[in-house]
């Protein structure tokens, strides 16, 4: 089978698909929520191989990974293990807001 297309309907179709390439191009990046799961009971912001508490809210703040936390994209879930987190660390600083000592 042999398709002949004329001049006319050539620049329409590269048209058309020069059209559809750019908003693909320029189209909004769609987040897709993360699920991050919290490994430890321990309040930490180290890096020990453990997703805790503190380092999951960094990941799902930041869209990066923490740790052994995954990144945040989106409304992220953060599912905790059983048992009780205390928030320990203390803010020694009266103003620091990177969870590197409390807040």
Do not use: K
């Not at 180290?46 to 990941?59: H, K, P, V």
């Amino acid at each position: 089978m042999r398709v002949t297309l004329t001049q006319s309907t050539f620049r329409r179709t590269i048209l058309s698909i020069g059209l559809v390439a750019s908003a693909l191009a320029y189209a909004p990046h769609m987040a897709t929520a993360a699920t991050i799961t919290v490994t430890t009971l321990e309040d930490e912001m180290d890096t020990d191989g453990n997703c805790s508490l503190r380092e999951a809210i960094q990941a799902a703040n930041t869209d990066s990974v923490v740790d052994t936390c995954a990144a945040g994209s989106g409304a992220d879930t953060i599912q905790l293990p059983a048992g009780t987190i205390t928030i320990s660390l203390t803010n020694v600083s009266g103003n620091e807001a990177s969870n590197q000592t409390g807040d």
